[in-house]
């Protein structure tokens, strides 16, 4: 008994670390010092263009760096489905993608400078909107340091945010073919109509 009652004391201590490791209030942040090079005034379409994102000045030693894009301010307002969260793996506010994907990408590899950039590509899913990046160090499993694109002030070249669009892959022809039989459905509806009215 006294082993088993260990064990869940030693697991809910676990548990309980994990969650505690896991807030953006306990977790130190990196202001003002992660932004998206060189996209600016262009809107940009989830399937077809890249952002670079480059931060700097995390100082925490830490394995890897990962990247969520997350709604912009005013992309929040009035969207209660889009409540923040301090715990970091449940803030909606950077649930970006059709599949609620939690990480733009993951993975790479921090350097001990406490500086870098990743060029990524916008999920084909990616829901037209403005987006700003979070970028977080982890070691262990653990998020050691946090910033956001949203307190960078932004100058001509180096963004807070991004817009994007939706991805339209139809080819000008199919979309030209299918308002034509839309048209054409709808004539042959209405002439049947006043052709059956005029037997009656």
Known sequence: MARTLTIAAILALAITGASASALYSTTPQVDGKV???????KTLTGGADSITVKWSDFTEPA?????????????????????????INKNKQCWQTAKLAKFLKEGIVYDSSGSGSELIELPMNTAPSTYSVQVLSQAGGTYKQWGDSKTYTQTADKCAHVTTAIYENQPSTLVGTQAFFTVFSIVVLIVSYTYDRSKN
């Open 63 to 87: 394995d890897t760096i990962a990247i969520k894009l997350c709604f912009h301010k005013d992309k929040i307002v009035d969207r209660p489905w889009r409540k923040f969260n301090d715990n």
């Open 35 to 41: 932004y998206i090079e060189g996209t600016c005034s």
